[in-house]
């Protein structure tokens, strides 16, 4: 890393503008600490990229949970590593403590593996230009990890955190997420129930945070007909077939759930015929049918993504209402599998967002507004959202995401390492 970069890019984007009054002298020491660690920050992000940790590449998440972990103990932080049981298949998670009795208790959510796993032909950090690098999670999300480790270590060389409780939750799996997530999810579960707020350092939208994330559900139709010679469809005694009542159900379904606001749902696969195979686990499966025969199973697998909870189990409801008006000498039947919840877009979601909106402003980097929930996805804060406020997307800006051009905004660093530092200051006073 080039000093004259890292100049570049404090000039440009990291010093606090002079018409920014709203600084306490704390906090403007706070801002000294971070301009001093810019370097450092970058290095550690691309240290961190360039070691696959792909959800299933079990050593490699383990090994970048360790270099979090040494990070995190030489600012005064317990760490542990929780192992999940065999069954899960996943590497497991990092803690990282901090307690104290002043002010609001506050947990950091970030994770640890990558969608790229380890025989993925995208595996390192390079920087393209003065403002840009790419990489292997480079954005999603080791660069939000590195802001907030970054934020508690100005914090913690300010002597800002001595009176502090934080807990830090560096998830092994949030990219595929082990099952059940009752047990992947439980010990998340359980610190936002010890906690005050929730802080998600998914990416980045500038002048945007996140306030609502829509959940992700899983659903699976089955449907059957009666077989029979397709000469006899729609007697009484053979009637409409499968495939039939599988369109009707689906047409049922966009004609009269469709266009509620931040509701989506659709199918992803159909295989229908006389005989059927599918393997969900591989989310591929096998047809057999005739021209001349009436289609006896169709399989349908798809997904609902909603805002609330509430939203979710009502659209269930209508979903379940269309399949029980079954074509003749058909039925069907629908299950659902409920993965991350919805992240509702509560009063007191709002009132954090107006607290990081107010250090923005008092940062020079101007008002924070509410990122539109369609174009966020689901996320592990939304565990913790049902029992404590939270709000998201602290980490850096980048584009890409999933994809091997997957980048990030180097400029976006200091700035929120800024603000959440100077966020997690006034929270824990």
Request: aromatic fraction near 6%; proline fraction near 4%; glycine fraction near 10%.
């Amino acid at each position: 890393m080039t000093k004259s970069f890292i100049a570049v890019v404090l000039v440009a984007f990291a010093a606090v503008p002079a018409a920014s009054q709203g600084l306490s002298g704390e906090e403007r020491r706070i801002i000294e600490r971070v301009d001093a660690q810019v370097e450092g920050a970058i290095d550690l992000l691309e240290a961190t990229v360039n070691v696959n940790s792909g959800t299933m590449n079990h050593a490699g998440v383990r090994e970048v949970g360790g270099m979090f972990a040494a990070e995190f103990e030489k600012i005064g932080f317990k760490t542990r590593w929780e192992d999940l049981p065999d069954s899960l298949n996943r590497a497991g998670h990092l803690w990282a403590e901090r307690v104290g009795d002043r002010g609001k208790r506050v947990l950091i959510i970030g994770h640890l593996d990558t969608v790229f796993e380890a025989d993925s032909p995208f595996q390192s950090y390079q920087k393209i230009d003065d403002s840009t690098a790419i990489g292997p999670g480079v954005e999603d999300m080791k660069g939000g990890n590195v802001v907030a480790l970054y934020a508690l270590k100005a914090l913690h060389e300010a002597g800002l955190l001595d009176e502090a409780t934080i807990t830090v939750a560096f998830m092994g799996d949030e990219e595929y997420a082990g099952r059940p997530l009752s047990v992947s999810r439980r010990s998340l579960k359980e610190a936002g129930r010890r906690s005050d707020v929730a802080l998600g350092f998914e990416g980045m939208a500038p002048g945007k945070a996140v306030v609502a994330r829509r959940g992700y559900t899983g659903w699976q139709l089955q449907v059957s007909g009666e077989r029979a010679h397709s000469s006899g469809i729609f007697s009484g005694s053979v009637g409409a077939g499968a495939i039939y009542e599988a369109a009707r159900i689906l047409h049922g379904f966009y004609a009269d759930i469709r266009g509620e606001e931040y509701l989506t749902f659709g199918p992803g696969i159909i295989l229908g015929g006389t005989r059927v195979t599918y393997d969900k686990q591989l989310s591929k499966g096998t047809a057999f049918g005739k021209a001349n025969v009436v289609p006896q199973t169709v399989v349908i697998e798809g997904d609902l993504r909603a805002v609330s909870p509430e939203q979710v189990e009502r659209t269930k409801r209508r979903m379940k209402a269309i399949i029980d008006a079954h074509l003749p000498k058909t039925s069907a039947e629908i299950t659902f599998d409920d993965s991350f919840p919805p992240m509702a877009p509560t009063d007191d979601n709002l009132e954090l967002l107006s607290v990081l909106s107010k250090v923005s402003e008092d940062l020079g980097y101007g008002p924070v507004e509410p990122h539109d929930p369609m174009r966020r996805g689901a996320a592990d804060v939304s565990f913790v959202a049902a029992d404590i406020p939270v709000i998201d997307g602290l980490g850096t800006a980048g584009s890409g995401g999933h994809t091997i051009h997957e980048t990030v905004d180097l400029r976006s660093i200091p700035i929120a390492i800024k603000q959440t530092a100077v966020l997690i200051y006034r929270l824990t006073r």
